[in-house]
T-cell receptor, first 108, second 113 residues
Framework: QKEVEQNSGPLSVPEGAIASLNCTYS??????FFWYRQYSGKSPELIMS????GDKEDGRFTAQLNKASQYVSLLIRDSQPSDSATYLC????????FGKGTKLTVNP | DADVTQTPRNRITKTGKRIMLECSQT?????MYWYRQDPGLGLRLIYY???????NKGEISDGYSVSRQAQAKFSLSLESAIPNQTALYFC????????????FGPGTRLTVT
């Protein structure tokens, strides 16, 4: 099993819709989880950290964590064209292993 | 000023040449990392260092070496560059006391011809 798997995408949603990004991981000991946004040709930017089961909301972004299922998701509400990017999931550990990312396109 | 800087930002070099990529940070973090990114392969860890005296190999260390000159500086060397090392290289830092989120530099686009 790959360490981190993300829905492969690409994902395309209309402006104003909810975008849902998913990530599963194999490391049962991970206690923290990170979502990064990466615009084409740019460096990854941390947009959300989550440490406990349940939901964490930050503006239009909501991360959901289920440690028992080894699953973490990111919801983007009221999607904007500026949200168009690749989103990377990374379970926290000594050696951060990133998923390959899901490319999101928000169409005006 | 940026917290994590990388030099050079772009570099074209020839096969067999030695090249060094440099990373500096002002975040005061102990941990530093080097990644490469290739289309379709995502971010792959090359080396990481948890403090000045600690160096660890990552997933794809062959053909690379690193030096941690100080807490704030971590350099990556390609001893004899080859074309399949053409990629986008990122340096990152983290602070394990702060949750270990990683903060990335702007990247170095390296082309080996």
């Amino acid at each position: 099993q790959k360490e981190v798997e993300q829905n492969s995408g690409p994902l395309s949603v209309p402006e104003g819709a909810i975008a849902s990004l998913n990530c599963t991981y194999s490391d049962r000991v991970s206690q923290s989880f990170f979502w990064y946004r990466q615009y084409s040709g740019k460096s990854p930017e941390l947009i959300m950290s989550i440490y406990s089961n349940g939901d964490k909301e930050d503006g239009r972004f909501t991360a959901q964590l289920n440690k028992a299922s080894q699953y973490v998701s990111l919801l983007i509400r009221d999607s904007q064209p500026s949200d168009s990017a690749t989103y990377l999931c990374a379970p926290g550990s000594e050696k951060l292993v990133f998923g390959k990312g899901t490319k999101l396109t928000v169409n005006p | 000023d940026a917290d994590v800087t990388q030099t050079p930002r772009n570099r074209i070099t020839k096969t067999g040449k030695r090249i060094m990529l440099e990373c500096s940070q002002t975040k005061g973090h102990d941990r530093m990392y080097w990644y490469r990114q290739d289309p379709g392969l995502g971010l792959r860890l090359i080396y990481y260092s948890f403090d000045v005296k600690d160096i660890n190999k990552g997933e794809i260390s062959d053909g690379y070496s690193v030096s941690r000159q100080a807490q704030a500086k971590f350099s990556l060397s390609l001893e004899s560059a080859i074309p399949n090392q053409t990629a986008l290289y990122f340096c990152a830092t983290s602070d394990w006391t702060g949750g270990d989120e990683q903060y990335f530099g702007p990247g170095t686009r390296l082309t080996v011809t």
